[in-house]
């Protein structure tokens, strides 16, 4: 196969790790070049992004890092890693009703403060907090701000005391923190039971296939088919469009004069970010704008 630049959208099966998923792309697609956009959990499912060749370069550079999930959880039950998985550290009889849940809630939306749990990815002095974690270590962590955008409950059961809540928030936001917050407040306790990321760097869960559904793809020989480009990762930018010049010396390393294109006429901020494009529509990669020598820059190229 073909050396393959651009997205492959996972749809990332329970009990496979992050990684687990990027060896099955490349044992399937034959690629070597292969990243993610975003670890999940292994008992997580859902939106899991693989960058493919030159999309591996735009790891640190993506802007949409917000993402989506519905989570399911159980009241009165509290672990040490804060979801089902866990070894449990607490039990009791909850009788919390619908319309208290529904009155806690708006408390853990907006900007709010959230303690990274142990079982993490977090560092801590060099080290992994999970793998102090395991060592029975508990340290102390600062709190991080976070945004939820919207937090709603979807279903609860009374008499079983569970329920799902569907959320959208910032990166490096904790579900299983938010769950855990809710159960304090609430006096009972609560735990994440199930975890589905629906929603990632603007890409949503109904536009993934399965690593199965990789597999029969990639077979019958047209994987290319489901590979989003490159610029799907940036389409929150706006676009320059540059003669075959200009388009010729960006790609050669050059900066362009602002002067040269429309941006003259339409104006601009200093570190302003665009995808910078042919009038053919061939994608060059991201330019940056430096207002002070007015001057469109190379942020990123989207070489070959």
């Known amino acids: 196969m073909s050396n393959l630049n651009g997205v492959l959208l996972i749809d990332k099966p329970k009990e496979f790790t992050s990684f687990d998923v990027i060896a099955v792309v490349r044992r399937l697609t034959g690629q070597k070049k292969l990243g993610h956009t975003g670890t999940l959990d292994p008992n997580a499912t859902g939106v899991l992004p693989v960058l ?41 009889e909850s009788s919390v ?73 910032s990166k490096g936001t904790y579900v299983r923190t938010i769950i855990d917050d809710i159960g304090r407040v609430l006096g009972v306790g609560a735990v994440m039971t199930a975890l589905c990321r629906t929603s990632a760097c603007g890409f949503s869960l109904d536009e993934c296939i399965t690593l199965d559904e ?14 989003r480009s490159v610029e799907s990762l940036f389409m929150s930018l706006g676009y320059l469009a540059v003669s075959s010049a200009q388009a010729k010396r960006f790609a050669n390393g050059g900066a362009l004069s602002a002067d040269r294109t429309y941006l003259a006429k339409s104006g601009y901020e200093n570190g302003q970010l665009f995808r910078m494009k042919t009038h053919d529509g061939d994608f060059l990669g991201i330019g940056i704008a430096d207002k002070p020598n007015n001057l469109i820059k190379i942020y990123f190229q989207n070489c070959r």
């Open 52 to 92: 493919l060749g030159t999309a591996t370069k735009t790891q640190d550079l993506i802007l949409n890092h917000d993402k989506s999930y519905t989570a399911e959880f159980q009241l009165g039950k509290t672990t040490d890693t804060l979801d089902i998985w866990g070894t449990v550290t607490g039990e009791c």
């Open 214 to 227: 990789l597999k029969s793809i990639c077979e019958n020989g047209n994987v290319e088919e489901k590979l």
């Open 97 to 169: 009703t619908e319309e208290q849940l529904r009155r806690v809630i708006p408390e853990f939306t907006g900007e709010i403060e959230q303690i990274p749990p142990m079982y993490s990815a977090v560092q801590k002095n060099g080290q992994r907090l999970y793998d102090l974690a395991r060592q029975g270590i508990e340290v102390e962590r600062e709190s991080r701000k976070v945004t939820v955008y919207s937090l709603s409950l979807a279903n609860f059961d009374e008499k079983a005391q569970t329920g799902t809540l569907e959320i959208s928030c």
